[in-house]
């Protein structure tokens, strides 16, 4: 017998376990900020509840069943987390002008430090980035909230449908059949299973080091040469998406406000388990931030692009909002 309060316990026992819960969250919810606050609320639940916790299942399931009733709460009042692609139709015009939709509330990236894609198991990261891969994430939103809930409790967290139905207040059968729906319907906009999800072999990073190099020396024809034919690039909060390398290099010549080299400075990071750059454009003597692209990389080249302009996410990956002329971009986070 011990002194300790109960409550004590759980803040030791529970605390391990913050990351792969701020994971569960974000893959319901598609936000890493409100994925933040449903853990909190999570741990706030449960910390109240921990008295008359039972042991019947393990802690950790425990707290999943807490953090996805209250992800199916919060979604009941909020939309899905789009990304242009899943809009529309791409858009045949790059030269046109762009404009913001501010209001829609655009999904975002998630630093992999945070939801353990960073872990030191090869294992664990294999398995932590195939489950976060943006492509993936935005599927997801596809789903209605109780069959996204069932697809990942199921298929990525690999829970009995039992269990699951346990936590939903449903059948077994109900649980199956809401799985096989979703499946089906995310089989129709997942990501192709040829992107890669393990560490970029060297080829892959060599291409990555062109990217970087193609960009701050603003050679739009270097940067077409590294696009698939085919490549998508988006870019949240423009509602409008592009196809095509050759379309793609003319929308970065007309609309980037970069005109000349140096103008831009990209730091290599890592975001949804995919290799990540944080833009600086240079306005006098400092580089500010500028977006933070997201890309897919293949062996035939860069085939997705999906570029972040919201700058809070500079604070979200703890990057510095500006960087002085020297900073080069062999630095990473």
């Not at 789009?82 to 139709?89: E, Q, R």
């Not at 400075?265 to 240079?282: D, H, K, T, W």
């Not at 996410?313 to 909002?321: A, E, G, M, N």
Request: proline share 8%; with cysteine; net charge negative.
């Amino acid at each position: 017998m011990t002194d300790r309060p109960p409550n004590e316990d759980f803040l030791k026992l529970a605390d391990p376990l913050r990351r792969e819960l701020l994971a569960h969250c974000y893959r319901m919810l598609g936000s890493v900020h409100d994925a933040e606050d449903l853990v909190q609320e999570t741990y706030l639940r449960a910390w109240r509840a921990y008295d008359g916790f039972e042991g019947r299942s393990s802690l950790r399931t425990w707290l999943y069943r807490i953090a996805t009733t209250a992800c199916l709460t919060a979604l009941d009042s909020r939309g899905r987390r789009p990304m242009p692609t899943g809009l529309g139709a791409p858009s045949a015009e790059a030269t046109a002008p762009l404009t913001e939709r501010s209001e829609v509330p655009w999904l975002e990236p998630v630093p992999d430090a945070l939801v353990g894609a960073g872990a030191e198991d090869p294992a664990l990261i294999v398995t932590s980035r195939e489950s976060i891969r943006l492509a993936l994430i935005a599927a997801l939103q596809h789903l209605p909230a109780r069959q996204r809930a069932i697809l990942i409790l199921r298929d990525v967290l690999k829970w009995r449908a039992a269990e699951v139905a346990e936590v939903l207040e449903t059948t077994t059968a109900a649980v199956n059949s809401g799985l096989q729906r979703a499946r089906t319907q995310l089989s129709q906009v997942s990501p192709s299973p040829d992107d890669p999800v393990e560490p970029l072999p060297q080829d892959q990073q060599e291409q990555l080091d062109r990217y970087v190099a193609a960009f701050e020396s603003y050679d739009v024809a270097a940067i077409v040469e590294l696009f698939t034919k085919d490549a998508i690039w988006e870019m949240p909060p423009y509602p409008t998406w592009y196809q095509g390398a050759e379309t793609i290099g003319r929308l970065i010549e007309v609309n980037c406000p970069a005109k000349q080299p140096g103008d831009l400075r990209l730091v290599q990071i890592s975001a949804n388990g995919q290799p990540a750059f944080a833009m600086y454009f240079r306005q006098g003597d400092v580089y500010h931030a500028f977006g933070l692209p997201v890309l897919t990389v293949t062996a035939r080249g860069v085939s997705h692009v999906a570029m972040f302009f919201d700058l809070n996410l500079f604070d979200t990956f703890d990057l510095p909002r500006t960087l002085p002329e020297g900073r080069r971009s062999s630095a990473k986070k």
